[in-house]
């Protein structure tokens, strides 16, 4: 390097500078200046003929006018650079770079954009995963939206036996009206979803669905919870200013989930408030009004917590106006095939592969089982056995948690085994028909779905058999398995 230039170092940034802009200028695909105020003062030839705009026409323009998504006015708003992004234009994607340009105050005056190396080869590659990655995201974006949009719908609650129609029968009422419903049922039967669908269907759809859960929050903090603590409040450490649930919940609905394990004092506040529809948060004295619409759900017996005074009569007649039972799953055993196809289905949407099947063997299986965890237990058993296997057909030996499980093939499947888990009822008419319920199924899948040969297995006619099934109400069976 010639010595002058070395005691020049001005000379130099200025050299330097040129040959930066020199180099740009040529790799880039366009080159474009625009003035303090985003209006175009150069635009190179080859950039103007690649937008198909003359180039002397674009002086003095807006920016936009020439490229619509252009971004150099925020470079000149901001005086930030923007060092790489895509330009999408209306035919091509172009790789930019756009710079502030500073007086000598260092004052933006303008910005210039470089549109680089789009007919690059080694580019195309990036540019069509781009532009793949965008369609795939827009796809993604609309399935999340109709997700969303139909998620809690009476349609997401599974089952089509005679029980399940009956209890969406009753939520569809409930949802056209008001009055406040107590959904009753075991641990995992659905009493969430239910209500959530409930909301979802009825004139607050709109308006927010909000959970208080009796069983999961500290008694100490419950009231805090649903009243919330005012701002001007004397507050502990726990006791930061927020709204409560009920202030949430306006105009829509409040669910009480597991209500019977609220503490007696809080139940004659809440029935207060569920009466005169207001409140006053903690540490204020300025009255709330609300209008909230009560769901609440309970595993427990209420009408035995009431008689033992563990739960005040007044609140339980408050909540039970609409009352909807929901059955354990090994009452309504018909509805096991389809909730096992709609678990697969979703954990293979989750995983992103595709739906398990689930053989006849591991079906009657399942029925066996009493299911003490319902509708959640099943979906966390299929999702255990999709972990454990790579097979796509789900076999007995995949459910080696369910007792009776692993069954020899050579064993009459209709023999009273391991296979008929005793009734997890305690009334004896509904054990009894529970038991035959079971028998005459795995008869029938043991044969095919002839009935013919299963009320042979049995020892029995096949119009005692016809019988039976009608007395248990599994008509659907003898549809379902007469295709067969
Ligand atoms: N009939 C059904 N169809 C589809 N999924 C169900 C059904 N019942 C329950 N589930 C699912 O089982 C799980 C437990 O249901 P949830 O509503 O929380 O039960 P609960 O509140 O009665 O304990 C949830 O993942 C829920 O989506
Ligand atoms: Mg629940």
Same mark, same amino acid.
Request: proline share 6%.
């Given at each position: 390097? =010639?010595?002058? !230039?070395? %005691? +020049?170092?001005?000379?130099?940034?200025?050299?330097?500078?040129?040959?930066?802009?020199?180099?740009?200028?040529?790799?880039? %695909?366009?080159?474009?200046?625009?003035?303090?105020?985003?209006?175009?003062?150069?635009?190179?030839?080859?950039?103007?003929?690649?937008?198909?705009?003359?180039?002397?026409?674009?002086?003095?323009?807006?920016?936009?006018?020439?490229?619509?998504?252009?971004?150099?006015?925020?470079?000149? %708003?901001?005086?930030?650079?923007?060092?790489?992004?895509?330009?999408?234009?209306?035919?091509?994607?172009?790789?930019?770079? $756009?710079?502030?340009?500073?007086?000598?105050?260092?004052?933006?005056?303008?910005?210039?954009?470089?549109?680089?190396?789009?007919?690059?080869?080694?580019? /195309?590659?990036?540019?069509?995963?781009?532009?793949?990655?965008?369609?795939?995201?827009?796809?993604? +974006?609309?399935?999340?939206?109709?997700?969303?949009?139909?998620?809690?719908?009476?349609? &997401?609650?599974?089952?089509? &036996?005679? *029980?399940?129609?009956?209890?969406? $029968?009753?939520?569809?009422?409930?949802?056209?009206?008001?009055?406040?419903?107590?959904?009753?049922?075991?641990?995992?039967?659905?009493?969430?979803?239910? *209500?959530?669908?409930?909301?979802?269907?009825?004139?607050?759809?709109?308006?927010?669905?909000?959970?208080?859960?009796?069983?999961?929050?500290?008694?100490?903090?419950? %009231? *805090?919870?649903?009243?919330?603590?005012? =701002?001007?409040?004397?507050?502990?450490?726990?006791?930061?200013?927020?709204?409560?649930?009920?202030?949430?919940?306006?105009?829509?609905?409040?669910?009480?989930?597991?209500?019977?394990?609220?503490?007696?004092?809080?139940?004659?506040?809440?029935?207060?408030?569920?009466?005169?529809?207001?409140?006053?948060?903690?540490?204020? +004295?300025?009255?709330?009004?609300?209008?909230?619409?009560?769901?609440?759900?309970?595993?427990?017996?209420?009408?035995?917590?009431?008689?033992?005074?563990?739960?005040?009569?007044?609140?339980?007649? $408050?909540?039970?106006?609409?009352?909807?039972?929901?059955?354990?799953?090994?009452?309504?055993?018909?509805? #096991?095939?389809? #909730?096992?196809?709609?678990? !697969?289905?979703?954990?293979?949407?989750?995983?992103?592969?595709?739906?398990?099947?689930?053989?006849?063997?591991?079906?009657?299986? #399942? @029925?066996?089982?009493?299911?003490?965890?319902?509708?959640?237990? /099943?979906?966390?058993?299929?999702?255990?056995?999709?972990?454990?296997?790579?097979?796509?057909? !789900?076999?007995?030996?995949?459910? =080696?948690?369910?007792?009776?499980?692993?069954?020899?093939?050579?064993?009459?499947?209709?023999?009273?085994?391991?296979?008929?888990? =005793?009734?997890?009822?305690?009334?004896?008419?509904?054990? !009894?028909?529970? *038991?035959?319920?079971?028998?005459?199924?795995?008869?029938?899948?043991?044969?095919?779905?002839?009935?013919?040969?299963?009320?042979?297995?049995?020892?029995?006619? @096949?119009?005692?058999?016809?019988?039976?099934?009608?007395?248990?109400?599994?008509? &659907?069976?003898?549809?379902?398995?007469? &295709?067969?």
């Amino acid at each position: 390097m =010639p010595p002058d !230039l070395l %005691e +020049n170092p001005a000379l130099l940034q200025q050299l330097a500078m040129q040959s930066i802009f020199g180099c740009f200028e040529r790799l880039s %695909e366009g080159t474009i200046i625009v003035d303090r105020r985003a209006r175009v003062v150069w635009i190179n030839d080859r950039y103007a003929s690649r937008l198909r705009v003359d180039p002397v026409r674009a002086i003095g323009q807006d920016v936009e006018a020439i490229i619509p998504n252009s971004l150099m006015r925020k470079v000149v %708003e901001t005086g930030e650079p923007i060092l790489l992004d895509l330009l999408e234009t209306a035919d091509q994607t172009f790789l930019v770079m $756009r710079m502030p340009i500073r007086d000598g105050q260092d004052q933006v005056i303008g910005a210039i954009g470089f549109a680089l190396l789009s007919h690059y080869e080694s580019l /195309l590659p990036l540019f069509a995963k781009f532009s793949a990655l965008q369609q795939e995201l827009a796809t993604a +974006n609309r399935k999340l939206q109709e997700a969303r949009r139909t998620r809690y719908t009476f349609s &997401s609650f599974i089952g089509t &036996s005679p *029980a399940t129609l009956e209890v969406k $029968r009753l939520a569809r009422r409930a949802a056209q009206v008001q009055a406040s419903v107590l959904l009753h049922g075991e641990t995992g039967t659905g009493k969430e979803l239910l *209500a959530h669908a409930i909301h979802a269907a009825g004139p607050r759809a709109d308006r927010p669905f909000v959970v208080v859960n009796m069983a999961a929050i500290p008694e100490s903090l419950l %009231e *805090a919870e649903f009243f919330g603590v005012s =701002p001007g409040a004397y507050t502990g450490a726990d006791r930061r200013p927020r709204a409560g649930k009920f202030e949430l919940a306006h105009r829509g609905t409040l669910f009480l989930d597991e209500v019977g394990d609220t503490p007696l004092p809080l139940q004659a506040k809440l029935l207060r408030v569920l009466q005169e529809q207001e409140f006053e948060p903690l540490g204020s +004295n300025r009255v709330l009004r609300v209008d909230v619409r009560i769901l609440a759900a309970t595993s427990r017996d209420l009408e035995a917590m009431v008689a033992e005074g563990r739960f005040r009569k007044d609140l339980y007649y $408050r909540l039970n106006v609409l009352r909807i039972p929901l059955p354990p799953l090994r009452h309504r055993v018909e509805d #096991l095939e389809l #909730l096992c196809e709609h678990f !697969l289905d979703r954990s293979a949407l989750q995983h992103g592969t595709s739906s398990r099947e689930i053989s006849p063997e591991a079906i009657s299986l #399942l @029925r066996g089982h009493a299911w003490p965890g319902n509708v959640r237990e /099943l979906a966390n058993v299929l999702e255990r056995a999709v972990m454990n296997t790579d097979r796509s057909r !789900l076999e007995p030996e995949d459910f =080696p948690e369910i007792p009776g499980g692993v069954r020899r093939p050579e064993e009459d499947p209709v023999r009273p085994g391991p296979a008929i888990a =005793p009734p997890a009822v305690v009334d004896y008419r509904k054990a !009894l028909a529970e *038991a035959e319920r079971r028998i005459l199924t795995l008869a029938l899948e043991a044969s095919q779905g002839r009935v013919v040969e299963a009320a042979r297995r049995l020892g029995i006619g @096949r119009a005692t058999f016809y019988k039976r099934m009608a007395a248990l109400q599994m008509n &659907s069976k003898i549809r379902d398995m007469s &295709s067969i």
